[in-house]
């Protein structure tokens, strides 16, 4: 290795002459560095041996040893430490701490020297750089520093615990800085909270089916519920039963009608989620469940109890015959969640036995009402 050192004759002389003796303080001073610099990098680097300054430097800023430090940084860049692994700083020895005046003024000859040579667009990128918030962080010889667009690992000196130090800037963010929770990058825009039971067109979650069922809320659609488990009355049904949902959602009547009895329970649903909501809830699969309009349905079976909107029957001109001739049920329940099952049953010709809060009733045979 060949080491050359550039200058006045006699200073160049005395250098020589300091480093044949190996005496790194007369070095430091004939190279023009604060004498309070000098004094640090002797202790840190010559008597202590250490490798990494970015933790000394931290705690000399503010004045105590933690685990973790946190420093604001000064927006002139000149005095710190952050990024020397990759070469970048605006000095060229090592500063004692961020508030190093004297390193200041080093950093500020250094840097007309620059804009004096046309580097002034350089000496700004430098600035910004050095001015960025940083997270640094080590434990046993290895460390982590990460800036607002990139993050480097380096070799530190092996410390038992773990150490961070963490660079506060009020400096507006780099260009292509990256986006995150962590401090260091950008805040990530979170977008406005949905409001409450009101989902938009297209808004409407998972959560939202398959908790509430298209109810603006669960305690909504158990009220709801208790007003057509009236009129079902989940006690008479037996546990060799079957009983039917046509539309049945996420499952939760149905669920609420046969958890006592345990009776077998079928259901039909046109929306996937909701579908997928039932099945898991009800436990059941295959032929139980079907993911279709409940007027595509057909079984064999002569269920004890079934289920069905009155706002499906308005949607289904033929109704009666559907319902009278393929679906066969011991019992029918019709129910209106709006509460207006008389009025709406009434419209399209439907007699009704046993109303309860004008939410649900009973409906003894199709082919009668035919
Ligand atoms: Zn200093």
Known sequence: MLSVAVGRYDLAAQFADAWERADDASMGQLLGYPECCVRFFCQFWIIDKLLDPT??????????????????????????????????????????????????????????????????TEAEWLRQLLAAPFEYSSLHGIAITRTPICKWTHSTDALGTRFDVLGLSSEPWLDGSASGRGHMYRPVAVPAAPTPNLPGPGQIAHEYNSDQNGFPTAWLMRRAHARVLAVVDPRAIESN????????????????????????????????????????????????????????????????????????????????????RCILARRWVIYDYSGKLVERAEVLGIRLDGVVDNHAGLVVDWGHNA
């Open 55 to 120: 933790l000394s430097a931290a705690a000399r800023t503010v004045g105590k040893w933690s685990q973790r430090i946190e420093l604001a940084l000064p927006s002139d860049g000149l005095t710190s430490v952050a990024w020397r692994w990759l070469g970048v700083r605006s000095v060229f020895h090592l500063p004692c701490s961020l508030n190093c005046e004297a390193t200041r003024e080093v950093g500020r000859q250094l840097r007309s020297l620059m804009i004096r040579l046309e580097r002034g």
């Open 241 to 324: 039963d079957s009983v039917l949902d046509l539309g049945c959602g996420n499952g939760a009547l149905l669920a609420a009608i046969v958890r006592e009895s345990g009776a077998q329970a079928f259901g039909v649903e046109q929306n996937l989620t909701r579908a997928a909501a039932a099945k898991e809830r009800l436990q059941v699969n295959g032929d139980a469940l079907q993911t279709s309009s409940i007027w595509e349905y057909r079984s064999a079976r002569t269920f004890g109890t079934a289920l069905i909107s009155v706002a499906r029957l308005e949607e289904y001109r033929t109704f009666r015959a559907y319902l009278g």
